[in-house]
C-alpha cells in the first residue's frame, strides 16, 4: 500500500516529465516567391517561454518534438523577414501537422554594414562540389584559370587547358548558360573572365538527366556574382601585374519588383616563352630530322559587357533578360631558327617569323519566364538563347634562308561564324513531401560556316598567289531534339534516390564549296543515370552513381582548314568525326568531424570512339595534326580530399587525385598507359583588423597521351590582403611562382614512323597588385531564385 502511494505520488509531481510528447512538423515559405526559407529558426514557446527550437531544412521542413498536451505559440524568425508567431496552437497526444506557414518579407536599411557569408572554401553537396571563390583572396587579379587550379579534381596546365579527373571532355557553363567560345577553346575565354567576378564553381562529375549529355568527365559551372539587395549600388575593381592588367566594374538596381544590372571590364595580357624540338622520321624509307629554336611572345586584350534585367510580374510569375557582348584580339609572334635534313641531302638552315592573329566577338541574348505555383517546388520555365559568334584567325609568315634573305612568304584568313538558336521548357511538380518530379524537352539550331584561303609568294616578294588546293567554304548545320524524364526521393529513414533518363537526337548536314562530298548524318542516344544515396549515424554519407555521357565534336574538331603557319607542320580538323560516348561510375563518401571534412571518391569512366590529336608524317617529314577518333579512353581513379580549421583563424585543406589511364587505338597501332596524380593544398590565416595572407600551392605528374607523354609541372602562389576605408575596400598583393624565373616543360610524342622531343619554357613567375572599392547604400531583399538555359552539349578544348 505504501508503494502505491509513493508511485501515486511521483506522478502527480512530474506527471509533465512523463506524459506523452507529440510531433508538430510544418513547411516554412516565402510568401512573395513561394520559395522555401532554409534555415528559418522556429521555436515552440509555452507561456511566451521557450520549450524548443529547430531550423527548417533545405524545403523549409521543420519538426518539433518535445510538445505535451496543452497550448502554445510558435515563433519564426529569419533575416529579412517579419517575424511569424502562431497563437493557441493545442496540441494533443497526436502528432500535428501545421501545412504550409508563409512569412512575409521585411525591408532593413543597411547603412556602413557589410553582409559576410560564413562559408568555409570547399562544400560538399549531394550532387556536386562548392568551392567559394570569393573567400580565397589568393585570386585576387587573376583570372577563371586560376580560380579553376584550385579545386582538387581539376587541373590547368600552363597553357590554360582544363581537364577534370584526367580528362579535357568537360563542358564549362557560366551561370548555367554555355558560351559558344567555350566550344573553341576553353582556355582562351578563361582569360577573359575575371576572378574577382566569379562567387562560386560547382563540380559535377555525375550530372543528372536534366542537364544536356554532353560533357563526358562532367561539367564545371561557374557562377559569378549577383546582387539581391534593394537600391542602387556596384564596385570597382583594378588590378595591375607583370602578366595581366585588368579593370572591372558593377552597377546595380532594385527595387521592389525590377532588378536591373550591368557588369563590365577590360582585361589586357602578355606572355613569353620558347621551346627546343628534336623530331626524326622515317617513312617509307627516307629519313629525316628536324632541329628546331622557338621563342615567343604574346599579346591580347579584350572587353566584355553584361546586361541583365528581371521583372517579377506578382508573386507567381517572373520574366528576365540578359544580353551579353564580348569582343577581343591576341596575336602571337614566332621566331623558328630551323636545322632541317633529309637522307642524301645537305642539310637546310633557315628561319621562320610568324605573327598570328585571333580576332574574336559574339552576343549572347537570354529571354526567360518562370511561373511558380502555390504549392511549393512546383515550377513551369520556358527558356530561350539566340547567339552570334565571330572568330576569325590570320597569318603571315616570312621564312629566310642561311643567308638571312627572304625566299618565302604566305598569308591566311580563316573567317567564321557561329549562329545559335535554343528553346527549353521545363517542369518541376512534387509528388509529395519527399519526391519530385521533372520532365522537359528542348531543341538547339546551329549553323556555322568557315571561309578560309591561303595565298603565298614562293619567291619572297609580295606578288601573293592564292593555292586552290588550301581554300573552301565549310558549312555545318546541326539541330539536336532532346526530351528528359528525371525522379528524386529523399525518405525519411535518410535514403536519396535520384534517377532519370533522356533522349537526344542530333541532325546533321555538311557542305563544302568545292572539292569534298558533302554529307549528311543522324544518331539518337538515350542517356540513363542513376544514384542512390544514404546518411549514415555521426555524419557520414555514402553515395553510388552511374551515368552515361556523349560527345559531340564541334566546329574547332571539325573545320577542315589546314593551318600551315609552323615549319613542317600542319593543323587541321575532321568534318567526319563520331561522337563519343562514355559511360561512367562513381563511390563516394563524406564524413564530418567537428570543424573538419573528408570526401573520397573512387570512379571509373570508359570513352568509345575517343577523340584524340592524332600526329602522322609524310616522306619529306612534314608533320599533320588533326583530330581522330580511337578505340577506347578508360580510366580508374581514387580521390581524398578534405579540410579543416587547425586554430580559430587557421583554415587548410588539400587533395589527392590519383588514376590510371589506359589509351587504345588498334588502328593506328598505338597504345599508352600510365598511373597519374595530382597534389594541392590551401590554406589561410587571419591576422584580425581585416588582415589575411593564404597560401596555395598543387603538383601534376607527368601526363599520358596516345602518341607520348608530358613530364609535370608545379604551381603556388601566395597573397596578403587588407580591409580599408571602414571594409568598403581591399587592397591586395600577390605573388606567383616566386621561386624561379621559369618553367621547363617536357614533351615526348612517337610513333611507329617518328620520334619527338622537345622542352618548353614559359616564363610564369609574376606579381600582381589590386584594389577593390564597393560603393552605394543597400536593404536587403532575398532573392528569387533565378533560372536559365544551359547548352552543355558541345566539346571544347583541344582534344587532348
Not at 114 to 136: G, S
Not at 360 to 389: A, Q, V
Not at 647 to 665: D, R, V, W
Request: charge should be positive; glycine fraction near 8%.
Amino acid at each position: 500500500m505504501k508503494k502505491l502511494l509513493l508511485i501515486a505520488l511521483l506522478f502527480g509531481v512530474n506527471g509533465i516529465l512523463l506524459a506523452q510528447k507529440s510531433k508538430i512538423t510544418g513547411f516554412v515559405l516565402d510568401s512573395t516567391a513561394n520559395k522555401p526559407v532554409e534555415f528559418a529558426t522556429v521555436s515552440l514557446l509555452k507561456d511566451s517561454k521557450p520549450i524548443e527550437g529547430t531550423t527548417a531544412d533545405e524545403r523549409g521542413k521543420f519538426t518539433l518534438t518535445k510538445a505535451v498536451q496543452g497550448l502554445y505559440q510558435i515563433k519564426i524568425t529569419f533575416v529579412g523577414f517579419k517575424d511569424k508567431i502562431i497563437d493557441n496552437v493545442r496540441v494533443s497526444d497526436e502528432d500535428l501537422d501545421l501545412g504550409v506557414i508563409r512569412i512575409s518579407q521585411t525591408v532593413q536599411q543597411l547603412q556602413e554594414v557589410t553582409i559576410v557569408e560564413q562559408k568555409a572554401l570547399f562544400e560538399e553537396k549531394p550532387d556536386r562540389l562548392v568551392y567559394n571563390a570569393d573567400k580565397d583572396i589568393t585570386i585576387k587579379g587573376g583570372n577563371a584559370g586560376d580560380v579553376l587550379r584550385k579545386i582538387p579534381a581539376i587541373s590547368v596546365d600552363l597553357d590554360g587547358n582544363v581537364e577534370l579527373r584526367g580528362s579535357s571532355n568537360i563542358k564549362v557553363l557560366i551561370n548555367n548558360k554555355p558560351s559558344n567560345l567555350m566550344a573553341r577553346s576553353i582556355a582562351d575565354v578563361l582569360k577573359q573572365i575575371p576572378a574577382d567576378d566569379i562567387k562560386q564553381i560547382e563540380v559535377i562529375t555525375s550530372p543528372s538527366a536534366k542537364y544536356d549529355a554532353e560533357g563526358t568527365a562532367g561539367i564545371i559551372n561557374i557562377i559569378t556574382k549577383k546582387n539581391s539587395l534593394q537600391g542602387i549600388n556596384g564596385n570597382a575593381d583594378l588590378s595591375l601585374g607583370r602578366w595581366n592588367d585588368r579593370l572591372n566594374g558593377s552597377l546595380n538596381y532594385r527595387s521592389k519588383s525590377i532588378g536591373l544590372s550591368a557588369r563590365g571590364g577590360f582585361n589586357r595580357w602578355r606572355n613569353q616563352g620558347g621551346n627546343e624540338t628534336n623530331r626524326l622520321t622515317n617513312v617509307e624509307g627516307i629519313s629525316s630530322a628536324l632541329l628546331q629554336t622557338t621563342d615567343f611572345r604574346g599579346n591580347g586584350e579584350n572587353g566584355y559587357g553584361t546586361i541583365t534585367a528581371d521583372w517579377d510580374i506578382d508573386s507567381l510569375n517572373r520574366m528576365s533578360a540578359s544580353l551579353n557582348l564580348y569582343d577581343g584580339k591576341n596575336g602571337m609572334f614566332f621566331d623558328y631558327l630551323n636545322d632541317y635534313s633529309t637522307q642524301g641531302i645537305t642539310n637546310q638552315f633557315f628561319t621562320r617569323n610568324l605573327y598570328r592573329i585571333y580576332d574574336w566577338d559574339g552576343n549572347t541574348l537570354n529571354l526567360d519566364y518562370t511561373k511558380t505555383f502555390k504549392k511549393p517546388k512546383r515550377e513551369f520555365n520556358i527558356l530561350t538563347m539566340f547567339s552570334k559568334e565571330g572568330e576569325d584567325s590570320f597569318y603571315t609568315l616570312d621564312q629566310s634562308n642561311e643567308s638571312k634573305v627572304v625566299n618565302y612568304r604566305e598569308k591566311s584568313t580563316n573567317y567564321s561564324a557561329n549562329y545559335e538558336g535554343t528553346v527549353q521548357v521545363d517542369f518541376t511538380n512534387p509528388l509529395d513531401s519527399i519526391s519530385t518530379m521533372e520532365v522537359g524537352v528542348k531543341s538547339i539550331f546551329r549553323n556555322v560556316k568557315s571561309d578560309y584561303q591561303v595565298s603565298n609568294a614562293i619567291d619572297g616578294s609580295s606578288n601573293f598567289v592564292d593555292v586552290p588546293a588550301l581554300a573552301n567554304v565549310f558549312e555545318y548545320a546541326q539541330q539536336v531534339a532532346s526530351t528528359y524524364l528525371t525522379y528524386s526521393r529523399t525518405s525519411k529513414n535518410k535514403w536519396g534516390i535520384n534517377a532519370g533518363v533522356r533522349y537526344e537526337h542530333t541532325f546533321i548536314q555538311a557542305e563544302f564549296l568545292a572539292g569534298k562530298v558533302p554529307f549528311t548524318n543522324d544518331y539518337g542516344n538515350l542517356i540513363p543515370n542513376v544514384s542512390i544515396s544514404r546518411n549514415l549515424p555521426k555524419n557520414q554519407k555514402l553515395k553510388l552513381s552511374y551515368t552515361q555521357r556523349i560527345q559531340r565534336p564541334m566546329l574547332w574538331f571539325l573545320n577542315p582548314y589546314v593551318n600551315a603557319s609552323e615549319p613542317l607542320m600542319t593543323y587541321s580538323g575532321n568534318p567526319y568525326l563520331k561522337p563519343e560516348l562514355t559511360h561512367s561510375a562513381e563511390i563516394n563518401y563524406n564524413v564530418y568531424i567537428k570543424e573538419s571534412s573528408i570526401n573520397t571518391s573512387l570512379f571509373m569512366r570508359q570513352t568509345n570512339n575517343a577523340i584524340e590529336r592524332i600526329r602522322t608524317f609524310d616522306s619529306e617529314g612534314v608533320a599533320a595534326i588533326n583530330f581522330q577518333n580511337i578505340a577506347q579512353n578508360i580510366s580508374y581513379g581514387l580521390s581524398i580530399s578534405g579540410n579543416t580549421k587547425i586554430k580559430k583563424k587557421f583554415t587548410a585543406n588539400g587533395a589527392i587525385n590519383l588514376y590510371y589511364n589506359i589509351l587504345n587505338s588498334p588502328a593506328l597501332q598505338a597504345s599508352n598507359e600510365n598511373w597519374m596524380y595530382r597534389i594541392n593544398m590551401n590554406s589561410s590565416y587571419d591576422f584580425g583588423k581585416g588582415f589575411k595572407a593564404q597560401f596555395f600551392g598543387f603538383f601534376n605528374s607527368p601526363r599520358v597521351m596516345l602518341q607520348g607523354k608530358i613530364s609535370g609541372f608545379a604551381y603556388y602562389n601566395i597573397a596578403f590582403q587588407k580591409e580599408i576605408l571602414k571594409k568598403k575596400a581591399t587592397v591586395g598583393l600577390g605573388f606567383d611562382n616566386f621561386l624561379a624565373p621559369y618553367f621547363t616543360q617536357r614533351i615526348d610524342f612517337s610513333g611507329p614512323t617518328f620520334t619527338q622531343t622537345g622542352k618548353s619554357r614559359y616564363y610564369n613567375q609574376g606579381w600582381r597588385v589590386s584594389f577593390s572599392y564597393q560603393f552605394g547604400k543597400m536593404t536587403s531583399q532575398p532573392q528569387r531564385q533565378k533560372k536559365s538555359i544551359s547548352n552543355d552539349d558541345k566539346k571544347g578544348g583541344d582534344g587532348n
